[in-house]
C-alpha cells in the first residue's frame, strides 16, 4: 500500500512569510497526526485529528498555526506569519484508529527553514 | 504528565556488537512504551512497542526491549549490529490508563555502527 506522502519536502521561506504543508495519509486512516520535529529534538504532537475534527490541539501555536482536514483526508497545515523558531521537520503521520496500541505511520516530512 | 529520557545523544559501537540505547520514562499511570527508528531523510518507523503482557517485547531486524516497571526503563537492545542499523532511534511514552494518549518522544540517540 501507498505510505503517508508530504509536499513539499523541502521548503526556504523569510520570516514573517506563510507557507503551508500538505499531507496525503494511507487510504482508509481515520487518524492525522501532525508533528513538529526541531533539530536534536523528538517530535512533538502539534494537532490530532479523528475524520475531520479535532481532536487534540493543546501544542499548536494557534495564534500563527492552522491545520485542516476537509472531508478527512488530505490535510493541511500553514503557519502565517513564520518565525525563526519554526525552523523544523513537519511530520505528517496518519492510523487506522484513535487508539495509540495502533502504529502510526509517518510520512519523510516537510523540512522549513525560515531566515 | 509523562515523559521520556534517553542517556546519551550518540551511541557508536563496532559491527557484530551489542547495541544498547537507554531509555527512562516518567508517567503517574501505567505505560504504553515504544521505540521508533529514524533513517536520515526518512519519517519514523516503529521497531517496537509494550502496551501490556509480556514485559520482554520482540521488534523488528532483530531488536529487542524490556519494560522494567521498578527502574522505569525501556532499554533496546539488539545482540549484534549491522552497519544498516544507523540510523537515529527514539524512545515515546503514552500515557496508560486511556488508549488514546497522545505519545511524548525523548530527544533521541543516534547509533553509529562502525567496520
Known amino acids: 500500500e501507498a505510505g503517508v506522502a508530504q509536499s513539499p519536502r523541502y521548503k526556504i521561506i523569510e520570516k514573517r512569510q506563510s507557507v503551508a504543508f500538505w499531507c496525503n495519509p494511507i487510504?482508509?486512516?481515520?487518524?492525522l497526526y501532525w508533528y513538529q520535529q526541531i533539530l536534536g529534538q523528538g517530535p512533538k504532537l502539534l494537532i490530532q485529528?479523528?475524520?475531520?475534527?479535532?481532536?487534540?490541539d493543546s501544542q499548536l501555536p494557534k495564534d500563527r498555526f492552522s491545520a485542516e482536514r476537509l472531508k478527512g483526508v488530505d490535510s493541511t497545515l500553514k503557519i502565517q506569519p513564520a518565525k525563526l523558531e519554526d525552523s523544523a521537520v513537519y511530520l505528517c503521520?496518519?492510523?487506522?484508529?484513535?487508539?495509540?496500541?495502533?502504529?502510526?505511520?509517518f510520512g519523510p516530512g516537510t523540512r522549513l527553514t525560515v531566515t | 504528565a509523562q515523559s521520556v529520557t534517553q542517556l546519551g545523544s550518540h551511541v557508536s559501537v563496532s559491527e557484530g556488537a551489542l547495541v544498547l540505547l537507554r531509555c527512562n520514562y516518567s508517567?503517574?499511570?501505567?505505560?504504553?512504551l515504544f521505540w521508533y527508528v529514524q533513517y536520515p531523510n526518512q519519517g519514523l518507523q516503529l521497531l517496537l512497542k509494550?502496551?501490556?503482557?509480556?514485559?520482554l517485547v520482540k521488534g523488528i531486524n532483530g531488536f529487542e526491549a524490556e519494560f522494567k516497571k521498578s527502574e522505569t526503563s525501556f532499554h533496546l537492545t539488539k545482540p549484534s549490529a549491522h552497519m544498516s542499523d544507523a540510523a537515529e532511534y527514539f524512545c515515546?511514552?503514552?500515557?496508560?490508563?486511556?488508549?488514546?494518549?497522545?505519545?511524548?518522544f525523548g530527544q533521541g540517540t543516534i547509533l553509529t555502527v562502525h567496520p
Open positions: 503521520a496518519s492510523s487506522s484508529s484513535r487508539e495509540i496500541s495502533y502504529e502510526q505511520y
Open positions: 487510504s482508509g486512516h481515520a487518524t
Open positions: 485529528f479523528q475524520n475531520n475534527g479535532v481532536v487534540d
Open positions: 508517567s503517574s499511570v501505567p505505560p504504553y
Open positions: 509494550y502496551t501490556t503482557g509480556a514485559t
Open positions: 515515546a511514552v503514552s500515557a496508560g490508563g486511556t488508549s488514546y494518549g497522545k505519545l511524548t
